[in-house]
């Protein structure tokens, strides 16, 4: 029995698997040798007394913890692996379907729908020879009391630092990094607070209360900026509940017609995204920072 004892506790320096190889070969040793249960009963209160079965079973938990930890980790990498997976297919399939659409950037607005009603223009709606809207210290403009654009009429002829649709800020267009947005539209270098962004340019058509409308700002006179099939970097502005920067609509005296354009609400970053808030009651779940932030 001491040869048994010995067997054993030599394989203290193996692995736990070797170690149970090892109990098990001695199990079928013993077996054949017809060992009778008196005799095993001997050896295992030899092996207790020595502290062996307690040292054996603390190493075995041990080595178990630590085989455990290790598969968790695997299957911990394996799932943030298959998560990236599937977020670069979902932004790979958006960046397909944006491709596919027949898409045209345009620079200036489209008249598509027929029958679209001017609107009147008041001759006094002008500035007059002594606004200084040209000035880059001035921020005040007389037009811009009314909401209506500097035009070649204006003292200014239509080159007002603030209140033209001339002056845009650089911005690009990348992916947002959460999930299901796609793209959005970003500074691409520091924006003032009030500053004017860009135009958002598309296609004039009647709005149409069946329609839903993925890129489109609505205007007055049941009009609407589509800009689905054509339009400029400015679809790409996504909806936060937090914007920092707004969609303001100005009275056009060239056109006849309203025009839309961002401006910054608050200093804007450059590398940060630019937002803007669509309406109070959404068409879509949000998943903008402050909502996804809130949760």
């Known amino acids: 029995m001491r040869h048994l004892f010995n067997v054993y506790e030599s394989t203290w320096d193996e692995s736990l698997n070797s170690r149970v190889a090892v109990r098990r070969s001695l199990e079928r040793w013993a077996k054949k040798e017809k060992i009778t249960a008196e005799v095993v009963r001997k050896v295992c209160s030899d092996f207790k007394s020595e502290g062996v079965l307690a040292k054996d079973a603390e190493q075995s938990q041990t080595e178990d913890e630590a085989e455990w930890n290790k598969r968790k980790q695997a299957r911990v990498a394996e799932q943030m692996r298959r998560e990236a997976e599937q977020k670069e297919e979902k932004r790979a399939k958006v960046a397909a379907e ?18 679209i009603r001017r609107l009147a223009t008041d001759s006094d709606e002008s500035c007059n020879d002594t606004c200084v809207c040209t000035r880059a210290q001035n921020h005040t403009c007389g037009c811009a009391a009314f909401e209506v654009l500097c035009s070649s009429r204006c003292a200014c002829h239509g080159k007002c630092l603030t209140n033209s649709f001339e002056n845009a800020r650089r911005v690009r267009v990348d992916e947002v990094d959460r999930d299901e947005v796609g793209f959005g539209l970003f500074a691409d270098e520091e924006i003032d607070a009030s500053a004017f962004v860009g135009e958002y340019v598309g296609e004039y058509v009647a709005f149409e209360e069946k329609v839903r409308y993925e890129y489109a700002v609505r205007l007055g006179e049941g009009i609407l900026i589509d800009a689905s099939a054509a339009g400029n970097d400015m679809r790409f502005a996504n909806h936060s509940c937090d914007p920092n920067a707004e969609m303001n609509k100005k009275f056009d005296p060239e056109t006849g017609f309203e025009r839309a354009g961002l401006y910054a609400l608050r200093h804007i970053s450059k590398g940060e995204e630019i937002t803007f808030k669509y309406s109070d009651k959404l068409w879509f779940e949000c998943l903008c920072d402050a909502c996804v932030n809130r949760t």
Not at 98 to 110: D, L, P, V
Request: hydrophobic share 40%.
């Open 98 to 115: 944006m491709h596919a659409q027949a898409y045209e950037e345009i620079n200036s607005n489209r008249f598509v729908a027929r029958n």
